[in-house]
């Protein structure tokens, strides 16, 4: 036999309340329509189901039997249903993603941008963290998308395509102590006082952690928690900052030299959720508009 679970509701509903009225007002059915299922049920069971009287109704045994069956088929059902929805979307959930503090700056701003107002609908949350704490959480279906460093990532096991560039460069005022110079070593800019990140800031324990013990001991004429402050301080002729390229906005006043040291290059990488099932359309779409941003201007 099949069970039509509308059928099923409305027969729970009618053994409860006593009456088909009250059923059939329960499931929001017409009192002929409501009957008709019922003995439709009946007719399926070949018994009979309810004992009817002049003050309602009243389940035979058969039909005790098969509310109490009905009952674990219906919680099934409801397990059923909410286990297969978490894996879909809503389409008003907002897309996660995740970033590091020189990707956050210039290259998520410009995706987001043109990606929101191409998607009026969608809504992107974003929050900032390093590099291993984005390859955990993407492993643990905590996001849909990641920009990450290609060193600190690999082989983590991640679907992940290659972004844009992020390399290291020295910059400060123009025509101060970098003229004349094509490209500086870590070294070579340590001679020089610096203005840098906050030390808990990403970028700068990156830094530390690539130069080793040994790395000259650098002055710091102040640490600043914000990249485009500590721009606007290398622009003022205040001290030499070391800044991943592509957070300097082409218009704005600096004299730009590549770091020469092998660490410095370093590439962004697109990450996705290792939380199984296709991407959503919307988590397509900002992964398009992430490519777009991480072409860096000639």
């Known amino acids: 036999m099949r069970y039509d679970l509308d059928d099923l ?38 018994v009979a189901l309810l004992i009817r009287g002049r003050r309602g109704v009243r389940p035979t045994p058969a039909g005790t039997t098969l509310a109490r069956h009905a009952r674990e088929v219906l919680a099934q059902t409801v397990r059923l249903e909410s286990a297969v929805a978490s894996y879909t979307r809503s389409p008003s959930e907002p897309v996660t993603l995740l970033a590091g503090g020189s990707a956050v700056h210039r290259l998520v701003p410009q995706a987001l941008v043109s990606f929101l107002r191409a998607h009026p609908d969608v809504d992107v949350r974003v929050s900032e963290h390093r590099t291993p704490q984005i390859v955990r959480m993407l492993t643990d279906g905590e996001a849909d998308l990641g920009i990450v460093l290609d060193d600190e990532a690999r082989d983590c096991g991640l679907a992940m395509e290659p972004l844009g560039d992020d390399s290291l460069v020295v910059v400060g005022q123009v025509g101060g102590v970098l003229a004349g110079r094509t490209s500086l070593t870590y070294s070579e800019a340590a001679e020089h006082p610096l203005v840098g990140l906050d030390p808990d800031a990403s970028l700068r324990r990156w830094i530390e952690r690539h130069v080793g013990p040994h790395a000259p001991v650098v002055r710091y004429r102040t640490t600043v928690a914000n990249l485009g ?56 779409a900002l992964a398009e508009h992430l490519r777009g941003a991480g072409v860096l201007p000639r």
């Open 9 to 46: 509701r409305l027969f729970l509903d009618t053994v409860t309340e006593g009456s088909i009225t009250a059923g059939a007002r329960r499931m929001h059915l017409s009192l002929p329509s409501a009957s008709a299922r019922v003995r439709s049920l009946e007719q399926q069971a070949g």
């Open 229 to 284: 402050v500590l721009l606007a301080l290398a622009a003022a002729g205040v001290g030499l900052a070391i800044v991943p390229r592509r957070v300097i906005d082409p218009a704005q006043p600096l004299d730009v030299r590549p770091l020469q040291d092998p660490w410095a290059q370093r590439h962004h990488l697109l990450a996705r959720s290792a939380h199984t099932g296709p991407a959503t359309p919307a988590t397509e």
